[in-house]
């Protein structure tokens, strides 16, 4: 494993949420990470844990608590700048097809019309989607909506891609058709990728390093280095043997 | 929301009303506004103070209140009935669906007159009247509810064999509720507009009356003293509705969210 | 066994050859149901007058109101007002007020909900606004404007632009914030936000508002007519009430009815081409 200079910095982050009721809700406490440009990480943790509110952290959409988050050194300001987001509702714009929810933030960029075509075609492909680019989100399938998200959050090229439970709408073969798709975007393209997921061998199928969360409040339990080779071998022993003991920190 | 934002917005609220009654006042005193038109707040509140004490206003308010009462309360048996009817039996939706749906774009200030030929100037036609402009917003609902109950908790329930008569009361009303709620406060604030409309066009007491009388005497102050006082007991009504849907009938429920104007 | 059960789900396999048969033939022919519902309805109706069982005064058959339309269309009432008259009238001053109404109600809708100070501010008054009868507020409109036009296209203004105003503001305001959050993710610019993302998720809302406003202006204008005006199906409906003419009351109100039904109809379609998009949020309706 090459060294890694550290890309995002997570330093003793809580999160406090105060529920509609007036009560506080205590989502993380003291959780302290840190990711390495690059690097691959895959976050595990049971439901209501705080993956998602880590995440969102991250994003810049939440602000800690306490404690802080850093990206390349620098406190975050804010969403964006190079940032992608899968999210786990997906949050695709219902009067966009897909094809222009693909290309939104390319427009944004001010990407000419015809750059934004090529590249919506490209992704389209790339998230098997033809046929489909044309059709309203509520005209899709739940795991096809999942594919505009992933592919529209790809669009952007951006440089850490925080992605909440991407393929968990996916029947088996999608989803490892698009895991294989995505360690090839990462590996070709490099980037830094945070991935939540609650199927533990999805995470060493894909990740450098497992974190598991604990519950209540949601912590850090337990970090898990995956060195196998890839493209990984589910039936390996080791990869087996890792599942296990990754699924044994979880319960 | 915390209490001190909350208590910032009741601020901002308060001094935006205060702001506006000042302007007005400011604007009627200059001579802006014609006074005999458009009294100003001052004269108002002096108006409203007088009918307070000789309670004017208050046996008008009652009996347009108590004639909504009662419209409303029969709509609203007969309609959940038959909305919960329509529901569960199919022959009894094949043969009143098609009545309402041919009913309901009638406005129900249409049925005024109507609502006269068939029951006279008295109380019965605008019980009558209230009772219809209730009625189909809440059937139109309470169908809507029950038919767009969650198939699977229909299917969980029937895994339970509950018997069809449990699954009415425990499981159907239940989930319909959300929406009768919905239409119980639209029929509400529609009953309400409607019986001031009645009282105006014919009626001897009550708020409506109250107005076409001022207006006919041109007392316009009067006039707009109605139209607060109508208003006021609106919104406090709705208030009231709200409150009762979310102690009774929502209890489980979240809580009445914002959506839906 | 019932017919279509669409209401309670039925499991599928007991069923058996006879049901589909059923089903389909139903499913194919629906519009028959309400036809022969109507059909029975009309004829015992007419049954009953004819054997003396309905007062023709308080209930006129069919029969005399199929006659009555004719005439209404022919000869005219009151004062040889033809029905078409009534109809442009009343429908000339609806979507002028309602036009008005939508035209204020939008832009200021849209800034009170995007300007969250503005929102504060203008609570009460909204709410105080959307409560008010409107055909209270005639009278003062009478004082100002007279007793014509003007006064009645201002009534529906008044009435509409409450609607309008609300549910553009709520459209505004609640914008799922997962879309916003998406926005922002990618770096979008607050104009942008606003004229890409937030405008386009209002408009399900809006259209809410505008078909809820068009039941309004239809209403409040058939009430505002009946107040000393010969003019319009309001005034039709009305004035034969006094004259004793219970059946011209009833065509009026049927003629009322379907106006209203093919105006709602009208803005369904309108939404569906607008906004095919939120066509899953609006099954429901
Ligand atoms: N906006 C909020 N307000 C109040 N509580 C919140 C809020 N967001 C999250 N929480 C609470 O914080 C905790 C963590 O939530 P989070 O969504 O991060 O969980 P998660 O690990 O992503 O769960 P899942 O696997 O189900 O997606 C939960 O207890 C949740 O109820
Ligand atoms: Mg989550």
Avoid at chain 2, 118 to 133: M, N, R, V, Y
Avoid at chain 3, 56 to 85: C, D, K, R, W, Y
Avoid at chain 3, 102 to 124: E, K, W
Avoid at chain 3, 166 to 183: E, S, W, Y
Wanted: charged content about 15%.
């Amino acid at each position: 494993m090459d060294v890694r200079t550290d890309k995002i910095s997570i330093d003793a982050v809580s999160k406090q949420f105060i529920a509609a009721s007036g009560h506080k809700v205590e989502a993380l406490r003291d959780v302290s990470l840190s990711i390495g440009e690059n690097e691959f990480v895959c976050v595990v943790g049971r439901s209501g844990c705080g993956k998602s509110t880590l995440l969102n952290m991250v994003a810049g959409f939440l602000k800690p608590s306490s404690g802080s988050i850093l990206v390349d050194g620098k406190q975050i300001e804010g969403p964006g700048k190079g940032k992608g987001v899968v999210f786990q509702n997906l949050a695709l714009f219902p009067w966009l097809t897909a094809r222009k929810n693909i290309e939104f933030g390319c427009k944004q960029k001010g990407m000419s019309e015809s750059e934004r075509n090529q590249l919506s075609t490209e992704l389209i492909d790339l998230v098997h989607l033809n046929g489909f680019e044309d059709k309203y989100p509520f005209e899709l399938s739940g795991g096809m909506q999942q594919r505009v998200a992933i592919a529209r959050a790809l669009a952007i090229d951006p440089i850490i891609l925080l992605m909440d439970e991407p393929f968990g709408a996916l029947d088996e073969q999608t989803r490892m058709v698009m895991q294989t798709e995505l360690l090839q975007i990462w590996s070709s393209r490099k980037k830094t990728v945070v991935f939540i997921t609650h199927s533990v061998s999805e995470s060493i199928v894909l990740a450098d390093r497992i974190i598991v969360l604990g519950t209540n409040p949601g912590h850090l339990k337990r970090e898990f280095k995956v060195t196998l080779e890839r493209p990984r071998d589910r039936l390996s022993v080791d990869f087996v043997k890792l599942e296990a003991e990754v699924q044994d920190a979880l319960d | 929301m915390n209490d001190t934002s909350k208590s910032r917005d009741y601020l901002i609220s308060i001094s935006a009303v205060i702001l506006f009654l000042v302007v007005w006042q400011l604007a009627a005193t200059a001579g802006v506004i014609n006074r005999n038109i458009l009294a100003s707040p001052f004269d108002l509140a002096i108006l409203g103070a007088q009918q307070v004490v000789d309670g004017t206003i208050f046996r008008h308010t009652l009996v347009s209140l108590s004639r909504v009462i009662s419209g409303f309360t029969i709509g609203a048996v007969l309609a959940i009935i038959l909305g919960l009817a329509m529901g569960n039996s199919e022959r009894f939706r094949i043969i009143i669906n098609p009545i309402v749906e041919v009913l309901r774009p009638i406005p129900p200030l249409a049925w005024i007159p109507l609502a006269i030929i068939w029951f006279g100037i008295g109380e019965t036609s605008k019980i009558f009247l209230i009772a219809l402009t209730s009625f189909f917003p809440i059937v139109v609902n309470t169908f809507k509810g029950v038919t767009g109950l969650d198939r699977t908790l229909l299917r969980a329930a029937r895994s339970f064999d509950v018997t069809p008569r449990k699954m009415l009361w425990q499981v159907a009303l239940p989930a319909a509720m959300p929406d009768i709620s919905t239409g119980l406060r639209v029929g509400w604030s529609l009953a309400l507009a409607v019986l001031v409309a009645a009282e105006m066009i014919a009626a001897k007491s009550g708020l409506g009356f109250l107005i076409t009388e001022a207006m006919n005497l041109g007392r316009f102050d009067m006039v707009v003293f109605g139209i607060v006082v109508i208003g006021i007991v609106s919104v406090a009504t709705d208030a009231l509705l709200r409150a009762f849907i979310g102690r009774y009938l929502l209890f489980w429920h979240r809580g009445l969210d914002s959506a839906g104007g | 066994m019932p017919l279509t059960n669409q209401n309670i789900e039925e499991p599928v396999s007991e069923s058996g050859a006879a049901d589909v048969v059923s089903k389909s033939f139903l499913n194919t022919h629906q519009w028959l149901q309400p036809v022969i519902v109507f059909a029975i309805l009309l004829g015992v109706w007419e049954i009953l007058s004819r054997v003396g069982m309905l007062d023709p005064f308080f209930m006129p058959p069919p029969s005399t109101l199929a006659q009555t339309l004719v005439e209404l269309i022919t000869e005219g009432f009151p004062e040889n007002i033809l029905l078409h008259t009534h109809i442009l009238v009343t429908l000339k001053r609806s979507i002028i007020g309602y036009l008005i109404a939508v035209a204020l109600a939008i832009p200021i809708g849209i800034l009170i909900g995007y300007f969250q100070v503005l929102d504060i501010a203008t609570q009460p008054f909204v709410t105080f606004g959307r409560s008010t009868a409107p055909i209270s507020i005639l009278p003062l409109f009478i004082a100002v404007f007279d007793i014509g036009e003007v006064s009645k296209i201002a009534l529906i203004t008044f009435a509409c632009f409450w609607a309008t105003v609300t549910n553009t503001i709520a459209g505004v305001k609640f914008v799922d914030p997962i879309l916003l959050r998406a926005a922002q993710s990618m770096d979008t610019s607050r104009i942008r936000t606003f004229v890409e993302v937030i405008l386009p998720a209002a408009t399900p809302r809006i259209f809410a508002g505008l078909k809820v406003s068009l039941a309004i202006a239809f209403m409040v204008i058939v009430a505002a007519e009946m107040i000393a005006t010969v003019f319009g199906l309001g005034a039709l409906i009305n004035e034969a009430r006094t004259w004793f003419r219970t059946d011209i009351t009833m065509v009026g109100m049927f003629v009322i009815g379907v106006i209203g039904y093919v105006a709602s109809i009208g803005l369904d379609r309108l939404e569906h081409r607008l906004i095919p998009w939120s066509q899953a949020s609006r099954s429901s309706e």
